[in-house]
Nanobody, 116 residues
Framework: QVQLVESGGGLVQPGGSLRLSCAAS????????MSWYRQAPGKERELVAI????????IYADSVKGRFTISRDNAKKTVYLQMNSLKPEDTALYYC?????????WGQGTQVTVSS
């Protein structure tokens, strides 16, 4: 049974940093690409970052390039999202995602609020 459990969200001031974690279980974590998505109120869910398996190639949305870093620890079956220089427009519910054997799996989400 695939499970994704996010943590690390919270309230932070503009310019601050947060690190999100997503603990995975139920599948061979090291062999799958992992992604972070986010959804702000009234907006569609959008891709934030992807990290592939193997050489861990990373891809970022233009809106977060240079500020966010996705990484993975295969031994811990965990994917991270380091978020720096946070802006109010980064406020959203952040989700971990994996496509496994043709099905989409999402975590429950962790709220990030950037406000002074």
């Amino acid at each position: 049974q695939v499970q994704l459990v996010e943590s690390g969200g919270g309230l932070v001031q503009p310019g601050g940093s947060l690190r999100l974690s997503c603990a995975a279980s139920g599948f061979a974590f090291s062999t799958y690409a992992m992604s972070w998505y986010r959804q702000a109120p009234g907006k569609e869910r959008e891709l934030v970052a992807i990290i592939t398996s193997g050489v861990s190639t990373t891809i970022y949305a233009d809106s977060v390039k240079g500020r966010f870093t996705i990484s993975r620890d295969n031994a811990k079956k965990t994917v991270y999202l380091q978020m720096n220089s946070l802006k109010p427009e980064d406020t959203a519910l952040y989700y971990c995602y994996v496509r496994y054997r043709g099905s989409d799996y999402w975590g429950q989400g962790t709220q990030v609020t950037v406000s002074s």
